[in-house]
């Protein structure tokens, strides 16, 4: 058997090796076909497949991409772009801030306290009122010709805020000022004190018939508010 078997497969290589070079031939001619067919139907043109002086740079067409409308169209369509987006956002930012400021102004009942008037004919001379504005007492004095005298003799550059008396009043029988002491706060007692103006119980500071601190801790004369007459018997505050 194992003879047998030997010679089979000499047999067989025998056989190949008759046939080898058949093979081959038919091999390459099958090859050189197949690329002949390649080169006749591909559309693939590469720029490195060589050739003496041929260039190897390439630049595909993109003809069909182009905008046939030209440039302006499509600055054009830019522009109303840019611009409508950029009126968009003017808008929101204007509403925001209209908001914001609508919530942020005072309310009616407030600005009805921003102003007072008081009927001066009711406050006879040599008395004081209270009134609240603003949430602060505010003392208004009617005058009387000695206080006048006084307030406008007192020799006021050497006080310790100096303010003459004129710049305190706008008509010299009206003075009119907050009823805030200039220490810390407290509200001073009219007709009280070393000087006949008005007396702080808190820490003993004594104002003068215009206001002007005259002793004491406080600082500074009492505040002179803003206000005007609009008739010879009315003053608003504020
Ligand atoms: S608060 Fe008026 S003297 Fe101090």
């Known amino acids: 058997m194992p003879a047998l078997t030997s010679t089979a497969s000499t047999l067989v290589r025998t056989c190949a090796r008759q046939q080898l070079p058949a093979v081959r031939a038919s091999a390459a001619a099958m090859q050189k076909r197949s690329v002949t067919e390649v080169s006749n139907t591909s559309s693939f043109d590469s720029p490195f497949k060589g050739g003496t002086g041929a260039s190897t740079t390439k630049i595909p067409n993109f003809g069909q991409y182009r905008n046939r409308g030209g440039e302006t169209s499509n600055k054009v369509f830019q522009y109303f772009m840019v611009g409508s987006l950029g009126a968009l956002s003017a808008l929101g930012a204007k509403a925001t801030v209209q908001d914001f400021l609508v919530n942020m102004s005072a309310s009616a009942d407030v600005l009805a306290q921003a102003k007072v008037e008081i009927d001066l004919a009711s406050i006879p001379e040599g008395k004081n009122v209270i009134i609240k504005w603003r949430g602060k007492p505010v003392f208004i004095r009617h005058r009387t010709a000695d206080e006048i005298k006084e307030a406008e003799n007192t020799k006021w550059e050497a006080l310790r805020d100096p303010q003459p008396d004129s710049d305190r009043v706008q008509k010299p029988e009206w003075l009119i000022m907050l009823g805030v002491c200039t220490h810390l706060g407290c509200v001073p007692i009219g007709e009280a004190g070393d000087f006949g103006g ?15 601190v005259r002793k004491g801790p406080a600082p500074l004369n009492l505040e002179v508010p803003e206000y005007s007459f609009p008739e ?3 003053v608003i505050i504020g």
């Open 232 to 234: 010879e018997e009315k």
């Open 198 to 212: 008005w007396f702080c119980p808190c820490h003993g500071s004594h104002y003068d018939v215009s206001g002007r």
